[in-house]
């Protein structure tokens, strides 16, 4: 009975050890913080003539490589090394935060509201669209964000008949202030920021 109840108490004992190890694992466990890039500021200083009065923009489809097509944010060590962190996600997939970031920069630039985001369940009357293939979009702490893009801005008439094709390749590269993702997130909406500049001036020579 003794042995018996030696054994029963060691039982206890271990699930009691095993209980407390996961209440503590749990209550140290590192959070996961989440990061969106930022559209431009809608202050007049950043507001540019109208392309064209009435101007219907569609943006996408944007497709970016499997290496950028996942949560974490991803970072380069060297030419042709990365780093996946696993405590640092995107708040939403990257390429539809890119899209909707591209959309909002878009519309103060172009001093337009008729944008349309692909996809769309039917094509709208559209004047103007952007396709983005983004082939590089990373940064190393401390050093530069790099954005490398292929983009295609295509020109609609009234039929809605493609009548021009645009095909750009685009490199842009921010400086990292510091070794923090705050900085590293800041500079690649820099970038995005600057690719939408780019591609809002393409459209606004092709109004003309």
């Known amino acids: 009975?003794?042995?018996?109840?030696?054994?029963?108490?060691?039982?206890?004992?271990?699930?009691?050890?095993?209980?407390?190890?996961?209440?503590?694992?749990?209550?140290?466990?590192?959070?996961?913080?989440?990061?969106?890039?930022?559209?431009?500021?809608?202050?007049?200083?950043?507001?540019?003539?109208?392309?064209?009065?009435?101007?219907?923009?569609?943006?996408?489809?944007?497709?970016?490589?499997?290496?950028?097509?996942?949560?974490?944010?991803?970072?380069?060590?060297?030419k042709n090394e990365i780093t996946i962190h696993e405590f640092h996600h995107w708040g939403e997939s990257l390429g539809d935060n890119f899209t909707v970031v591209l959309a909002q920069n878009l519309s103060i630039l172009l001093s337009t509201d008729q944008m349309f985001i692909y996809p769309w369940s039917r094509k709208p009357p559209l004047d103007f669209q952007v396709v983005v293939d983004i082939v590089r979009f990373d940064g190393e702490f401390g050093v530069e964000a790099s954005l490398l893009a292929h983009y295609y801005v295509l020109k609609f008439d009234e039929e809605g008949t493609r009548e021009q094709m645009v095909m750009r390749k685009s490199s842009f590269s921010k400086p990292i202030k510091d070794d923090s993702y705050e900085a590293l997130v800041s500079a690649m909406s820099e970038l995005v920021a600057d690719f939408s500049r780019e591609v809002a001036d393409e459209i606004r020579g092709a109004c003309e």
């Open 1 to 78: 009975m003794r042995l018996h109840r030696f054994y029963l108490t060691g039982t206890v004992l271990i699930i009691s050890f095993i209980i407390l190890g996961g209440c503590l694992g749990k209550g140290t466990q590192k959070a996961t913080k989440l990061y969106l890039l930022e559209p431009l500021s809608s202050s007049m200083e950043e507001q540019g003539a109208p392309a064209d009065e009435g101007i219907v923009l569609g943006v996408g489809p944007i497709k970016g490589r499997d290496y950028l097509n996942r949560p974490q944010i991803v970072t380069r060590t060297s």
